[in-house]
């Protein structure tokens, strides 16, 4: 089938941000209340943006300053810390050149988002970003997903969400479009447990055979 609107995430699907966000968090977690956390630990906090997670390692009151930190160390060692997987940014932009329209939906809070987008050169790459701190609900509710398709003018069975979380394949599955689970950097080793999704690519080449083969424009 031939999708009218793809959806994307970010972390983990679009690059390589593991190492970046680990670090920001045991870093905030470690001046603020004088433990480092496992990465294990930081990824069972996944789902909501970064203010919300934050608030859980430090407590409220401390959120703020926190915030503060987290951001700046998150821009100052995004260049070094974070991988690209250009080849898949190259498909996004040929498949919006063919007409299928991409978006980004993102646990990101709309401050770091923005700090990825513009450090690679990707703001004009979607027609539409949604970011976490911009509805009302996290992964795995279908709030992000309901909200693109609320702006195009196609059904849910025109829509495929790609992720790397099981968080990603529920959040589709309940806004009624088909999740594709992206595996070439995921870091949840439940991935292929969860949620069963509509599409599994474990390579970025396997994804670009399925595009020449399903949209042969490209």
């Known amino acids: 089938m031939k999708f009218k609107l793809m959806i994307w995430d970010l972390d983990n699907t679009l690059i390589g941000s593991s190492k970046l966000l680990w670090n920001a968090f045991s870093m905030v977690s470690e001046k603020y209340t004088g433990k480092k956390m496992t990465p294990n630990e930081i990824v069972q906090l996944y789902g909501p943006p970064e203010d919300d997670v934050i608030e859980k390692i430090v407590g409220i009151k401390k959120k ?3 915030l503060e930190d987290f951001y700046l160390f998150y821009r100052d060692n995004h260049d070094i810390m974070v991988d690209t997987f250009s080849p898949v940014f190259d498909l996004i932009h040929q498949l919006r050149e063919r007409g299928i329209k991409q978006s980004l939906f993102t646990s990101k809070a709309r401050k770091s988002a923005d700090i990825t987008l513009e450090k690679l ?12 701190d911009e509805i009302p609900r996290p992964k795995p509710y279908p709030d992000g997903v309901i909200k693109i398709i609320s702006n195009f003018s196609v ?6 969400y790609f992720g790397d979380s099981p968080l990603d394949i529920q959040s589709a599955h309940q806004a009624g479009v088909k999740g594709a689970l992206v595996l070439w950097d995921s870091i949840h080793q439940d991935a292929l447990n969860g949620e069963k999704p509509d599409y599994i690519f474990l390579t970025i080449p396997s994804l670009q055979k399925w595009i020449e083969q ?3 424009e490209v």
């Open 64 to 66: 703020s300053q926190a």
């Open 121 to 132: 050169g990707l703001k004009d790459l979607f027609d539409m970003v949604v970011c976490g």
């Open 155 to 160: 059904s849910p069975q025109e829509v495929i």
């Open 214 to 216: 399903n949209y042969t």
